[in-house]
Every structure is written in structure tokens, then in C-alpha cells.
């Protein structure tokens, strides 16, 4: 439901020890529907004949677009790196792994938050997991990432890693 299958491994790839999409509830997606239909019916009542339905075959598929759109990231552990949302991590260059519980987010998120940073947050995901960069040379001190399962992502990133993450 919220991870579609993992990327396939190829011949010029190591395998995938890591694989999440961070997709929106599902549920969101019947009230993004109503929305849509509300909106629809609001055009609906304004236009007469067949003018009237252009609402609809343009907010349903507007509405269930974004929310596709917004649960479109994707965090991947593979060949030695962290993927998330497209920017890459090797992970030769990271330290130690955190996770961020859902209670603690505001803190970690807020004031705590160092404005360089990358920061890869969904709303409706609790957990975070914290990565630390160890390389001087980069802009950003770490690496804070929504995730589902904190556990196996920290695993696998210790997994791949040269070295020892805790």
C-alpha cells in the first residue's frame, strides 16, 4: 500500500537493501476525490450542458495528481550510497545514524535543525532517521529523512557502509 515493489537489480547495479517510497495514505486519496467532485459540482451548477462536466475532467484528476505528486519520494539504499528524492549520499562519508521519533520531530525539525542541512520530510510519516556527514568538504552536516521503517533503513545503511555506523 505504501511501498510500491523494490527497484529491480541489474547488471550494473549491486542489489537494493533498501527500497521506500513514501507514498500518502491511502485514505487521503477518497477525500481528495470528494474535494474534487465538491469543486466539480460547484462549476457544475454554474454551467448548463455539456460545459457543466469540464469541473469534474479537470479536478478529480488535478486533486488525485497532487496527492501523487506529493508521495512521489523515494529513499533508496544501494551500490554503497543513500538515495533520497534524487540527491545522493555515498556512504563512505557518513557517520552516525540516529532515529528521530514522532514525538520528537518538532524539537529535531525546529530548533534544534541546522538551516544546511538536507531535510527530506513528509507530514504523515511519523519516524525520521538522522544521518551525519563526516566529510568536511560538504555543505550539509547531515541528513534528516522521513521514514516508515527507521529500523531497516539505519540497517541497511550499516550494512553498505565501509565502516561502522551506530
Not at 1 to 13: G, V
Not at 88 to 110: H, M
Not at 143 to 161: K, Y
Request: hydrophobic share 40%; proline share 7%.
Amino acid at each position: 500500500m505504501s511501498d510500491r515493489l523494490p527497484e529491480t537489480d541489474s547488471a550494473t547495479s549491486g542489489p537494493t537493501t533498501f527500497d521506500e517510497r513514501l507514498s500518502v495514505p491511502v485514505w487521503w486519496y477518497l477525500l481528495a476525490l470528494g474535494l474534487a467532485v465538491l469543486m466539480g459540482a460547484q462549476i457544475h451548477m454554474g454551467y448548463p450542458g455539456l460545459r457543466s462536466w469540464i469541473g469534474y475532467v479537470t479536478m478529480v484528476p488535478l486533486c488525485v495528481g497532487a496527492l501523487w505528486w506529493l508521495g512521489r519520494s523515494r529513499t533508496t539504499v544501494r551500490d554503497g550510497k543513500l538515495i533520497s528524492n534524487g540527491r545522493t549520499l555515498p556512504l563512505s562519508v557518513v557517520g552516525v545514524t540516529d532515529i528521530v521519533a514522532k514525538a520528537d520531530k518538532q524539537q529535531a525539525l525546529g530548533p534544534d535543525l541546522d538551516p544546511t542541512a538536507y531535510v527530506l520530510h513528509r507530514g504523515w510519516v511519523g519516524p525520521l532517521v538522522r544521518v551525519e556527514i563526516t566529510d568536511q568538504d560538504s555543505d550539509e552536516p547531515y541528513w534528516v529523512v522521513s521514514s516508515r521503517r527507521p529500523e531497516e533503513l539505519r540497517a541497511a545503511i550499516a550494512e553498505q557502509a565501509p565502516h561502522r555506523t551506530g
